[in-house]
């Protein structure tokens, strides 16, 4: 690296927080700040104060020589009185006080500052021509001394000042527009291919705090920035700078991927533009290989391409069937397994880099190709293995499971499940005490079983004698189950019901969602899942029929409030989809049995 680099060198990475947003160490000061460091300093570079200073003369040069005669002494402390006199007096430093001369200073102050310079569309028309004036000079001073770098040392780095100048933009992005038009973000993506990285990496920055979620813009300003930036072919740059970036090698080539992935992770937050880093560009690739390089301690680059990852896959099926077929499955499955019996450090960014990986193969397992693709890479197995002997994988693994087990393409992953001697962990998990995560969970994965297995299967008998031996009491802990949820479902429609008197229908259809989400919370889903699992073994079961509404009748219940909650589950169902029309079906054929 040639020595004048080191001018734009950017500090380590520091650990971060899951809870905090990332941030480089020190923190990186504000637009305000940047842009006051541009700014000439006064100390010493402002405007000169006037001051009187007299002129030495006869007499002082007379006083001196006399301070050496034998009787000198007297005569110096008399003349240094008079001395110490005239400095607080009037005729001493350009006759004024020391008040009069704190209020001139001050004013003074006020004069060399007159305050921040007004931020609107004419500064900002200066700032640009100023920036291409920087950026055409060091070109030119680059290609004239190619061979010689301290020749164009200072054009570089008044470059990478006008760079963090632009910085002040974020502060006011109702000059996006402007911003725009002027051609700026045209020559940033271009600057991205510079051969100096700090140059690139100061881009990125810039680019990040513009894109940021915390700048105050309108959806259309930042659509508007985003766009032209777009249509310079700024996401591939992006990638592009990621693959020509040695990390390992170069903190400022860290410190580039950090930033990088920070501009990607502002611009997938749109699924448009998820879709097309994912179609468009290699970054899928390039991130399944960076999470995949051996690191001790994980830092932070590692973590941040498996979120990347899981962002990416969170935003559509298109997204999750890419990297399916990329054999993503398989690659996370093995990324994970380590973790089967072992937990990652507490805290740490390996912990967060393992919960990520977790979320994007519970992702991927709700496809159909996902859930192909888990049982042949023996995902079944390797989360069995996770309920039986992990700690902090053990509830990551339950969720992966009952994610794979759903849905109307799950019935491979419930045959492999009851093969591999799943029941016994599932069910033997059900009968502990849990908290209702874990419990919603669990009951996923049985009405996901007993709609999936095919009938009269081994696989499907197997299941339902699991609910009936030992005289029902999985089936029990089932009704027991259902009472609980049943009083919460009362108790929370009651304080519905009430606010709802005195609400017109206009008042009632605004306060809908969040009287729905109340009902999620105290329990809705697993409320309907309790009917789901019920019904079944109603219909399969003459003895189960039998006890479950022995069991409703102690709470002055019947099969028909089962009915009722499932007719309930199918008005509000969504069935224009395939799923939904394959639920449908089931509801009604439940409905029917009962």
């Given at each position: 690296?040639?020595?004048?680099?080191s001018?734009?060198?950017?500090?380590a990475?520091?650990?971060?927080?899951?809870?905090?947003?990332?941030?480089?160490?020190?923190?990186?000061?504000?637009?305000?700040?940047?842009?006051?460091?541009?700014?000439?300093?006064?100390?010493?570079k402002?405007?000169?104060?006037t001051?009187?200073?007299?002129?030495p003369?006869?007499?002082?040069?007379?006083?001196?020589?006399?301070?050496?005669?034998?009787?000198?002494?007297?005569?110096?402390?008399?003349?240094?009185?008079?001395?110490?006199?005239?400095?607080?007096?009037?005729f001493?430093?350009?006759?004024?006080?020391?008040?009069?001369?704190?209020?001139?200073?001050?004013?003074?102050?006020?004069?060399?500052?007159?305050?921040?310079?007004?931020?609107?569309?004419?500064?900002?028309?200066?700032?640009?021509?100023?920036?291409?004036?920087?950026?055409?000079?060091?070109?030119?001073?680059?290609?004239?001394?190619?061979d010689?770098?301290?020749?164009?040392?200072?054009?570089?780095?008044?470059?990478?000042?006008?760079?963090?100048?632009?910085?002040?933009?974020?502060?006011?992005?109702?000059?996006?527009?402007?911003?725009?038009?002027?051609?700026?973000?045209?020559?940033?993506?271009?600057?991205?291919?510079h051969?100096n990285?700090?140059?690139?990496?100061?881009?990125?920055?810039?680019l990040?705090?513009?894109?940021?979620?915390?700048?105050?813009?309108t959806?259309?300003?930042?659509?508007?920035?985003v766009?032209?930036?777009?249509?310079?072919?700024?996401?591939?740059?992006?990638?592009?700078?990621?693959?020509?970036?040695?990390?390992?090698?170069?903190?400022?080539?860290?410190?580039?991927?950090?930033?990088?992935?920070?501009?990607?992770?502002?611009?997938?937050?749109?699924?448009?533009?998820?879709?097309?880093?994912?179609?468009?560009?290699?970054?899928?690739?390039?991130?399944?290989?960076?999470?995949?390089?051996k690191?001790?301690?994980?830092?932070?680059n590692?973590q941040y391409?498996?979120?990347?990852?899981?962002?990416?896959?969170?935003?559509?099926?298109?997204?999750?069937?890419?990297?399916?077929?990329?054999?993503?499955?398989?690659?996370?499955?093995?990324?994970?397994s380590?973790?089967?019996?072992?937990?990652?450090?507490?805290?740490?960014e390996?912990?967060?880099?393992?919960?990520?990986?977790?979320?994007?193969?519970?992702?991927?397992?709700?496809?159909?190709?996902?859930?192909?693709?888990?049982?042949?890479?023996?995902?079944?197995?390797?989360?069995?293995?996770?309920?039986?002997?992990?700690?902090?994988?053990?509830?990551?693994?339950?969720?992966?499971?009952?994610?794979?087990?759903?849905?109307?393409?799950?019935?491979?992953?419930?045959?492999?499940?009851?093969?591999?001697?799943?029941?016994?962990?599932?069910?033997?998990?059900?009968?502990?005490?849990?908290?209702?995560?874990?419990?919603?969970?669990?009951?996923?994965?049985?009405?996901?079983?007993?709609?999936?297995?095919?009938?009269?299967?081994?696989?499907?008998?197997?299941?339902l004698?699991?609910?009936?031996?030992?005289?029902?009491?999985?089936?029990?802990?089932?009704?027991?189950?259902?009472?609980?949820?049943?009083?919460?479902?009362?108790?929370?429609?009651?304080?519905?019901?009430?606010?709802?008197?005195?609400?017109d229908?206009e008042?009632?259809?605004?306060?809908?969602?969040?009287?729905?989400?109340?009902?999620?919370?105290?329990?809705?889903?697993?409320?309907?899942?309790?009917?789901?699992?019920?019904?079944?073994?109603?219909a399969?079961?003459?003895?189960?029929?039998?006890?479950?509404?022995?069991?409703?009748?102690?709470?002055?219940?019947?099969?028909?409030?089962?009915?009722?909650?499932?007719?309930?589950?199918?008005?509000?169902?969504?069935?224009?989809?395939?799923?939904?029309?394959?639920?449908?079906?089931?509801?009604?054929?439940?409905?029917?049995?009962?």
């Open positions: 690296m040639s020595g004048f680099e001018l734009f060198k950017k500090p990475l520091p650990p971060t927080s899951k809870n905090l947003k990332r941030k480089l160490e020190p923190p990186i000061e504000s637009p305000n700040d940047r842009y006051k460091a541009t700014r000439i300093e006064l100390s010493g402002g405007k000169a104060r001051t009187v200073e007299d002129a003369d006869d007499d002082d040069t007379r006083d001196t020589a006399m301070d050496t005669s034998a009787d000198g002494d007297s005569f110096a402390a008399e003349a240094d009185e008079d001395i110490e006199d005239e400095e607080g007096g009037r001493f430093g350009g006759g004024i006080t020391e008040r009069e001369k704190e209020i001139l200073d001050y004013m003074d102050d006020e004069v060399d500052d007159p305050g921040p310079e007004k931020i609107d569309a004419a500064y900002l028309r200066r700032l640009a021509v100023s920036f291409e004036r920087k950026i055409n000079k060091n070109a030119e001073m680059r290609a004239k001394f190619e010689d770098p301290a020749k164009f040392m200072d054009s570089e780095a008044d470059l990478d000042a006008e760079i963090k100048a632009l910085a002040i933009l974020a502060e006011h992005p109702d000059l996006y527009s402007e911003f725009v038009r002027l051609g700026c973000p045209a020559s940033l993506v271009s600057l991205l291919s051969e990285t700090d140059i690139v990496v100061a881009v990125i920055q810039l990040g705090e513009l894109t940021d979620d915390d700048v105050d813009a959806p259309e300003q930042w659509k508007e920035l766009d032209a930036l777009l249509d310079e072919g700024v996401l591939e740059i992006l990638v592009s700078t990621l693959e020509r970036l040695r990390e390992q090698e170069h903190d400022e080539d860290r410190a580039g991927v950090y930033h990088t992935l920070e501009v990607l992770e502002n611009l997938s937050s749109q699924q448009e533009i998820a879709d097309r880093l994912v179609d468009k560009t290699g970054l899928v690739k390039w991130l399944l290989q960076r999470i995949q390089v690191e001790s301690p994980v830092g932070q590692k391409a498996a979120e990347i990852l899981s962002i990416l896959m969170q935003q559509s099926a298109e997204n999750r069937l890419k990297l399916v077929a990329a054999d993503g499955v398989d690659q996370l499955l093995q990324l994970l380590p973790y089967r019996k072992r937990d990652p450090a507490k805290g740490g390996e912990e967060e880099m393992v919960e990520n990986m977790f979320d994007t193969v519970t992702c991927l397992v709700d496809e159909e190709g996902g859930k192909e693709k888990f049982v042949e890479a023996e995902g079944v197995e390797l989360c069995l293995i996770m309920l039986r002997e992990g700690k902090m994988s053990k509830s990551r693994a339950l969720r992966l499971i009952d994610h794979a087990c759903s849905g109307m393409f799950g019935g491979v992953v419930c045959e492999r499940l009851v093969e591999a001697q799943g029941l016994k962990t599932v069910f033997g998990s059900f009968m502990k005490k849990q908290d209702a995560q874990t419990t919603e969970h669990l009951l996923g994965i049985f009405a996901s079983l007993l709609r999936n297995l095919p009938a009269d299967s081994p696989a499907r008998i197997r299941t004698a699991k609910f009936v031996e030992k005289d029902y009491e999985k089936l029990g802990k089932i009704m027991a189950l259902r009472e609980d949820y049943s009083r919460r479902m009362w108790a929370v429609n009651q304080q519905i019901r009430a606010e709802q008197d005195g609400l229908e008042q009632r259809e605004e306060r809908q969602d969040e009287w729905d989400l109340r009902r999620l919370d105290a329990g809705l889903f697993c409320f309907q899942i309790l009917d789901q699992i019920i019904s079944w073994l109603a399969e079961d003459d003895g189960a029929r039998k006890y479950a509404a022995e069991q409703l009748t102690k709470s002055r219940k019947s099969l028909e409030a089962v009915k009722k909650n499932l007719q309930e589950q199918l008005d509000d169902l969504d069935d224009t989809k395939e799923e939904g029309k394959a639920t449908k079906e089931m509801l009604t054929a439940l409905i029917s049995c009962l």
